[in-house]
Structures are given as C-alpha cells and as structure tokens.
C-alpha cells in the first residue's frame, strides 16, 4: 500500500487543521491505520490510532479531546481533525498502516505532513 498525506500547513494557536492520508495499492479495510508525530530532536510519538472497519480509536493523552481521528473506507482515506491547536503540536504527521489480513504483516509510512502551530 502507498500512503500519501496532506493538509499539513502553519496555523496559530486554536486554530485548526484536518490532514488526510489517501491509501493506494491494496485493499484499505485490512489495515488499521494511525497518526504518528515527530517533532525536532524528539522520537516519533503515537497520535490517534483506528481499527480497520473504523469502530473503535484510541488516543495519546495529549491530545484527547481536541483530536479526532477518521477514516471513509469507501474513498480509501484517513482523517485526522486536528482542534485548539497548541505550539507543541508542532510535528511532522506520518500516517501509519499496519496490515492484519494476510502477508505480509508488516507496517507502512507516508512520507510525512509538516504542522507548525505560531504561539
């Protein structure tokens, strides 16, 4: 599967961003699928993560509340809502895949979506 994100852009705080991660090559509902962040001189963190028929999600405690997470099997796409956003949500935003339903098992990465949140 290839993953392709978007949205990404600078905003000030309590703004907010949707970004999107458009999936191609294989079949979308048998992966889940999560938002990872890395920001500078940090290790990439968990954001949201969402099961592959979308009925279940979790989030880092970070960002409970102001984040939501998404995804339109039909249109092969994940979302993440992104409210009152903060200058420590400034991140680059990789979109995730992890396949569940035959092999390989194994993760996929988009190339990433800079946020950058002006205090």
């Known amino acids: 599967v290839q993953l392709v994100e978007s949205g990404g852009g600078l905003v000030q705080a309590g703004g907010s961003l949707r970004l999107s991660c458009a999936a191609s090559g294989s079949s979308f509902n048998i992966y889940t699928m999560a938002w990872y962040r890395q920001a500078p001189g940090k290790q990439r963190e968990l954001v949201a993560t969402i099961t592959n028929g979308g009925g279940s999600t979790n989030y880092a405690d970070s960002v409970k509340g102001r984040f939501t997470i998404s995804r339109d099997n039909a249109k092969n796409t994940m979302y993440l809502q992104m409210n009152s956003l903060k200058p420590e949500d400034t991140a680059v935003y990789y979109c995730?895949?992890?396949?569940?339903?035959?092999?390989?098992?194994?993760?996929?990465w988009g190339q990433g979506t800079q946020v950058t949140v002006s205090s």
């Open positions: 995730n895949a992890r396949r569940i339903v035959g092999l390989p098992r194994r993760d996929y």
